[in-house]
């Protein structure tokens, strides 16, 4: 199972970025997939998830409203809008997933793959 996220970049406050998660090695159709985030000097924090089966989405209250997770499952690519960025958004973002036919867990819930991060920085 290998996850590769990328579409980050530089961006001032208020602009968007779209990110993409693209599954290699393995067919996303049964995996819930979520994003996580890092940002310097802090921890690590899970900001939204979407089902395999009912595609029913959660997002971290700081970026409900401005962030959207979506997926497409014949391209095997989980996909992370951004609108309105601040720059407390600035961080290294992740995608994850675990088991297959395991819905959203809580976005505190513990991953078993990890993809390489792709970085997001918002300057004011």
């Known amino acids: 199972v290998q996850l590769q996220a990328s579409g980050g970049g530089s961006v001032q406050t208020g602009g968007s970025l779209r990110l993409s998660c693209v599954a290699s090695?393995?067919?996303?159709?049964?995996?819930?997939i979520y994003w996580f985030r890092q940002a310097p000097g802090k921890e690590r924090e899970g900001i939204s998830c979407i089902n395999y089966s009912d595609i029913r989405t959660y997002y971290k209250d700081s970026v409900k409203g401005r962030f959207t997770i979506s997926r497409d499952n014949p391209k095997d690519t989980v996909y992370l809008e951004m609108n309105d960025l601040k720059p407390e958004d600035t961080a290294v973002y992740y995608c994850?997933?675990?088991?297959?036919?395991?819905?959203?867990?809580?976005?505190?819930?513990?991953?078993?793959?990890w993809g390489k991060g792709t970085l997001v920085t918002v300057s004011s």
């Open positions: 090695g393995f067919t996303l159709d049964y995996y819930a």
């Open positions: 994850a997933t675990d088991h297959p036919y395991d819905e959203c867990k809580g976005l505190d819930h513990e991953m078993s793959y």
